[in-house]
């Protein structure tokens, strides 16, 4: 059974503070992406990566950045968390091409206050 | 700019009834189209897909049509059953991502 699975399901941060949010796939997956999602305006691109230590910037990368040490690991980092991150998170993965679907994980209900 | 549109936030039906879950995009590079279906406090899941060659495609009791001249995708669902209540996103694939709508809240009255 494929699997993403993401390193919390809540999380609850202070202002200002270093943020990881981990992604791990174990379906050798060279696509991996990292979506914010809020009520109204759907699934917004963050980052994605289409290799290891390769990252593209997705459609709302500002106040964010990742790593891609391995192929099946993709770390979300906020270095400086603010109050309007507070958010859902949820990566995905996809094999290489253009028409692969995407698996989700659970997602990371992130709240900073 | 939103690329991919979901203009109906939430939508009622009643049991064994039709879901029509519409979707609209502009940018006509976009040759291929899915569906997911969300749950609360879990991650999308796929649903069904539309490749841009094609007008239609069916899998048991979800259908998506798909209109290039104007730009529009639907979904439909029967017969509805409870179980579906969900959020369904339509997502449009270009440059080697997906584009999301905004996404639609199904709810489907026993």
């Known amino acids: 059974d494929v699997k993403v699975t993401q390193s919390s399901r809540y999380l609850v941060k202070r202002t200002g503070e270093k943020v990881f949010l981990e992604c791990v796939q174990d379906m050798d997956h060279e696509n991996m992406f990292w979506y914010r999602q809020d009520p109204g305006l759907g699934l917004r691109l963050i980052y994605f990566s289409y290799d290891v230590k390769m990252k593209e910037k997705g459609d709302i990368p500002e106040g964010y950045s990742v790593s891609r040490e391995k192929k099946e690991r993709f770390s979300l980092i906020l270095e400086s968390a603010s109050t309007n991150q507070t958010s859902m998170y949820l990566c995905?993965?996809?094999?290489?091409?253009?028409?692969?679907?995407?698996?989700f994980g659970p997602g990371t209900r992130l709240t900073v206050l | 700019d939103q690329q991919v549109k979901q203009n109906s936030p939430s939508l009622s039906v009643q049991e064994g009834r039709i879901s029509i879950l519409n979707c609209d995009y502009t940018?006509?590079?976009?040759?291929?189209f899915l569906w997911y279906k969300k749950y609360p406090a879990e991650g999308p899941t796929f649903l069904i897909s539309i490749s841009s060659i094609k007008d239609k495609n069916e899998d048991g009791r979800f259908t998506v049509f798909l209109n290039k001249s104007a730009k529009h995708l639907s979904l439909h669902i029967v017969p509805s059953q409870p179980g579906d209540s969900a959020v369904y996103f339509c997502a449009a694939s270009g440059m080697g991502k997906l584009i999301f709508g905004q996404g639609t809240e199904l709810s489907v009255k026993p």
């Open positions: 995905a993965s996809s094999g290489a091409g253009g028409y692969n679907e995407q698996f």
């Open positions: 940018n006509s590079m976009f040759d291929y």
